[in-house]
């Protein structure tokens, strides 16, 4: 019984080339797709918010005059300096919690004709905490 087995050759399976289909097998699966990435954003620009929402007019034009009165009441030159360089995102978080919680007209109101921050926190003061 062992002679048979004797005068078989018995030698590795020949290594595969890369590329190259296996004998007895289909065409090598094609590469996946390149996945596309985002280009960097640059070191000072704010990452895009995920949950930003359009806002009404009021509240952005509100939103502008709070914006105003905080900038020309700050005290502190470097204060000041940091609330303009904030302006936009100011403006766009009170927008959108104005449109979020639908705050009243009067309150609306209320904001553009401040002129103090003392007279916009009387305006905010019936208003929902964000």
């Known amino acids: 019984m062992l002679a048979p087995l004797g005068a078989c050759d018995l030698k590795p399976a ?8 296996a004998p007895g097998s289909a065409a090598p699966a094609p590469a996946a797709p390149a996945v596309p990435v985002a280009p960097a954003l640059p070191p000072d620009a704010a990452p895009p918010t995920p949950d930003a929402f359009d806002v009404t007019q009021p ?4 939103s502008a005059r709070i914006a105003e009165i905080l900038i020309k009441e700050a005290k502190d030159p470097g204060a000041r300096a940091a609330l303009e360089q904030d302006r936009t995102k100011i403006i766009r978080r009170a927008a959108e919690g104005c449109t979020r919680d639908r705050w009243p007209d009067t ?7 401040a002129e ?7 305006c905010g003061k019936d208003l929902k905490a964000p």
């Open 14 to 21: 020949p290594k595969e080339q890369p590329g190259a289909p």
């Open 107 to 113: 309150a609306i109101a209320c904001f553009n004709k």
């Open 59 to 62: 509240c952005l034009d509100a």
């Open 116 to 122: 103090t921050v003392a007279a916009m926190e009387v």
